[in-house]
T-cell receptor, first 115, second 113 residues
């Protein structure tokens, strides 16, 4: 079956612009996670969804970052007024359920470059 | 909070050499432990996992044993191939930390023919 997909695969934007990153999880997966991979910070958790609710937003670095999930499926991560330090690879993952033993399946990521 | 420490790379080996990548963790509860691999130009893939103490995860010739007494989950392979060249990430997931994955910094493995 289809894995996790993300779009766009690459995004170049100018400082101050808003960007939207999309994630399509594996069908039927109830839990969805966003992570960020950057050279300086490694792999960091951003936000977690269970269904359409986000019980854990603790990793969002600032109020410029927001995310939503609709229909228990597609999720969008929005970065407003982008800064150069936002440049990173944004990864989405999904798992069948929320659980410590559950495997998270990752998408290919969106590479964001802020000029 | 929970954390994962893995050996710094890059690790450079000749084909058929034995591989060990060390990983230790700090967690307040009873985490599950994972090794993910990222091949050049590709996304993160689960390599193996272990969900309780003394469990051994294995896949593609790689294995790792969950050692609670030493809080370790070292990755081993008896004979590496050029195709194993990748970045390897150790990670944990725990109830106390909300089931999010906490990753180590990653170890680059380069295998020469």
């Amino acid at each position: 079956g289809a894995g996790v997909s993300q779009s766009p695969s690459n995004k170049v934007t100018e400082k101050g612009k808003d960007v939207e990153l999309r994630c399509d999880p594996i069908s039927g997966h109830t839990a969805l996670y966003w992570y960020r991979q950057s050279l300086g910070q490694g792999l960091e958790f951003l936000i977690y969804f269970q269904g359409n609710s986000a019980p854990d937003k603790s990793g969002l670095p600032s109020d410029r970052f927001s995310a939503e999930r609709t229909g228990g499926s597609v999720s969008t991560l929005t970065i407003q007024r982008t800064q150069q330090e936002d440049s990173a690879v944004y990864l989405c993952a999904s798992s069948l359920y929320r659980g410590v033993q559950e495997t998270q399946y990752f998408g290919p990521g969106t590479r964001l470059l802020v000029l | 909070g929970d954390s994962v420490t893995q050996m710094e790379g890059p690790v450079t080996l000749s084909e058929e050499a034995f591989l060990t990548i060390n990983c230790t963790y700090t967690a307040t509860g009873y985490p599950s432990l994972f090794w993910y691999v990222q091949y050049p130009g590709e996304g993160l893939q689960l390599l193996l996992k272990a969900t309780k103490a003394d469990d051994k995860g294995s896949n593609k010739g790689f294995e790792a044993t969950y050692r609670k007494e030493t809080t370790s989950f070292h990755l081993e392979k008896g004979s590496v191939q050029v195709s194993d060249s990748a970045v390897y990430f150790c990670a944990l997931s725990s109830w106390e930390y909300g089931n999010k994955l906490v990753f180590g910094a990653g170890t680059i493995l380069r295998v020469k023919s």
